[in-house]
C-alpha cells in the first residue's frame, strides 16, 4: 500500500509526537482497508463524531460513531476497494500540546481528522469526510 507522509508546522517540533499521530492515522486508514476492527478500535476515540459531506446541498450524511465505525471495520465494507485505490497520503497540518489536525488524502476519500492526545495516547475524535472521483485520491 502506498503511503506518503508530510509533517508541515513550523510551530511544532516533536518528531515522536507526529509519528504517533502518523501511526493512529495508519490504524485508521489501514484497518478500514484491511477489515481490522482491532486497529480501527485503537485509532478512534470513544466519543467519535464522523461525518460525510458531498456538496450537493446543506444536509450532512449521518454521523458515525466509534462503534459503528468498529462494526463496519470487522464487517469488511472498508475491504470492497482494491490495492489500486488505497494508497493514501497523511499531512500533519497543526499539533498544538493535546489537539492535533490531519489531512488524509486517499484514493477513494478525503479526510480531515481532529485528534485528542489521551493517556492511551492520539484518538481520533473528529472527522469530516467525502468520496474523491476515481483518479483524483
Same mark, same amino acid.
Given at each position: 500500500m502506498g503511503v506518503e507522509q508530510s509533517v508541515s508546522n513550523t510551530h511544532f517540533e516533536e518528531s515522536s509526537e507526529a509519528?504517533?499521530? +502518523?501511526? #493512529?492515522?495508519?490504524?485508521?486508514?489501514?484497518?478500514? /482497508? =484491511?477489515?481490522?476492527?482491532?486497529r480501527m478500535r485503537r485509532a478512534l476515540h470513544p466519543a467519535l463524531v464522523k461525518r460525510g459531506y458531498e456538496g450537493d446541498g446543506d444536509a450532512l450524511e449521518d454521523g458515525d460513531t466509534s462503534q459503528s465505525m468498529i462494526d463496519a471495520t470487522a464487517r469488511? +465494507?472498508? #475491504?470492497?476497494?482494491?490495492?489500486?485505490?488505497?494508497? /493514501? =497520503?497523511?499531512?500533519?497540518?497543526?499539533?498544538?500540546?493535546?489537539?492535533?489536525?490531519v489531512t488524509v488524502r486517499s484514493g477513494v476519500y478525503r479526510e480531515y481528522l481532529g485528534l485528542v492526545r489521551t493517556q492511551a495516547g492520539w484518538k481520533i475524535a473528529n472527522a469530516l469526510w467525502r468520496f474523491v472521483d476515481e483518479g483524483d485520491g
Open positions: 509519528a504517533a499521530i +502518523v501511526r #493512529t492515522v495508519h490504524d485508521y486508514f489501514e484497518g478500514w /482497508f =484491511e477489515g481490522d476492527a482491532e469488511g +465494507v472498508g #475491504t470492497k476497494y482494491g490495492p489500486d485505490r488505497r494508497h /493514501f =497520503e497523511i499531512e500533519v497540518v497543526d499539533v498544538y500540546r493535546t489537539i492535533a489536525n
